[in-house]
């Protein structure tokens, strides 16, 4: 079976990849082109909304084959593996900070060296914030026993319409559930990396989710993650139509690619296509978090975007943000693409971004991840999913 974003013989961009969201999977920001500013400035291809980071904080260029970072004068400086720099050569696997934001920096070039060194352990930043076990073997054994045992949880994360705070469906979480690893799905997807098994972890999570929606209410959708490195996997269409034919009732499937590989056009054309044709959703997650996308938006328009929730936590006092936001439920109203907004807190976030135009909401103050059983008992379910027995598909 082919997948749709099988890879070519032209060289693949950097990227950075990072855990925007603590219960969630990695998401990369691909650095195309270069060279790639990041900051708090509207200017900047990868905007973080922290008063910490400055303006024009820091960019990534390339000088012959190597690739570097330089420090744009910002107040609080850019890090790379710990080291404060001005300017620096960048490889494969190093660890970049700017303000509370981490990346990890990652390219495919001739030099094999940084491949090998991408591969062989975490870097000193990423064990000192994880309790995986020390030992790369060990670790790895450990994690194929996780995988071979099933030794994982499902939790779901309600989505709800702003409007009626009725249930919309669910977005599909997973956790650890072996005694030598964290539950952490970071820290497992990190370990997953080095042991090139990211692709057997997130399709184990997918089955379990599909195991665990029997419990859940008909009429929903269901929105499951996708790891950046199943996109060039051939078995990733085969993966989804077991999902599909696994899935019973009237619960639809909604597979979620994040922003930053929403770049070749024609490929997205053939994964919508297939997906269309299996009864599969499409969602771009984490919209906004970088480059704001529009054209791919436009060009190969999916059933729901996911804004960002950089762009929506304290959207209720940010007059520039809240323009932002309206102008992009312009577009997708235009399209007919749904606007999700992650990460709502607080009523009032709620309240504007139902203003602002946005249809479907998600976030602790609207339901936070709960196992399936745990949503099946009226005394544990949140105010939001009160009415969810009637709720129909959006």
Do not use: W
């Not at 529009?294 to 762009?311: C, G, R, T």
């Not at 009523?347 to 909401?361: I, N």
């Amino acid at each position: 079976m082919t997948s749709p974003f099988a890879s070519t013989a032209s060289p693949t961009p950097p990227y950075l990849e990072h855990y925007p969201d603590p219960g969630g999977p990695p998401h990369r920001i691909v650095l195309d082109p270069l060279p790639f500013r990041i900051g708090r400035s509207p200017t900047a291809q990868h905007i973080i909304y922290s008063r910490q980071v400055s303006k024009e904080h820091s960019e990534i260029f390339r000088v012959g084959k190597e690739f570097r970072i330089r420090d744009l004068g910002s107040t609080n400086g850019t890090f790379v593996n710990g080291q404060r720099v001005g300017e620096a050569p960048l490889v494969n696997g190093d660890i970049i900070h700017i303000a509370h934001s981490e990346f990890r920096f990652g390219c495919q070039l001739e030099n094999a060296a940084n491949e090998t060194s991408d591969n062989l352990g975490l870097s000193q930043t990423e064990t000192s914030r994880s309790d995986l076990p020390t030992s790369i073997i060990r670790s790895s054994r450990h994690l194929k026993d996780l995988l071979e045992q099933q030794a994982a949880r499902v939790v779901f994360q309600p989505i709800v319409h702003l409007d009626t705070r009725r249930l919309a469906g669910y977005e599909t979480l997973g956790r650890g559930n072996h005694p030598e690893l964290s539950a952490s799905p970071g820290d497992l997807f990190r370990l997953a990396g080095q042991c090139k098994l990211e692709v057997d972890l997130s399709r184990l999570f997918r089955t379990m989710a599909v195991r665990e929606a029997v419990r859940l209410p008909e009429n929903i959708y269901l929105f499951f993650n996708v790891h950046p490195a199943e996109m060039g996997s051939p078995d990733l269409l085969e993966s989804l139509r077991e999902l599909k034919a696994a899935m019973r009732g009237s619960r639809r499937p909604v597979l979620e690619v994040h922003e930053g590989l929403v770049t070749d056009l024609p490929s997205m054309r053939r994964l919508r296509e297939q997906l269309k044709h299996l009864d599969i959703g499409l969602a771009y997650d984490d919209f906004g978090a970088g480059q704001s996308r529009l054209n791919e938006l436009a060009e190969v328009p999916p059933d729901f975007i996911k804004l960002d929730m950089s762009l929506i936590r304290g959207i209720d006092m940010a007059g520039a943000r809240q323009d932002l936001v309206r102008a992009l439920n312009r577009v997708t109203r235009d399209l007919g693409v749904q606007t999700i907004a992650e990460g709502i807190e607080t009523e009032e976030e709620a309240q504007v971004c139902r203003s602002l135009g946005c249809q479907l909401g998600q976030g602790y103050l609207l339901g936070r991840p709960q196992s399936s059983p745990a949503l099946l008992t009226p005394e544990a379910q949140p105010t939001a999913l009160a009415e969810h027995g009637s709720s129909g598909i959006c």
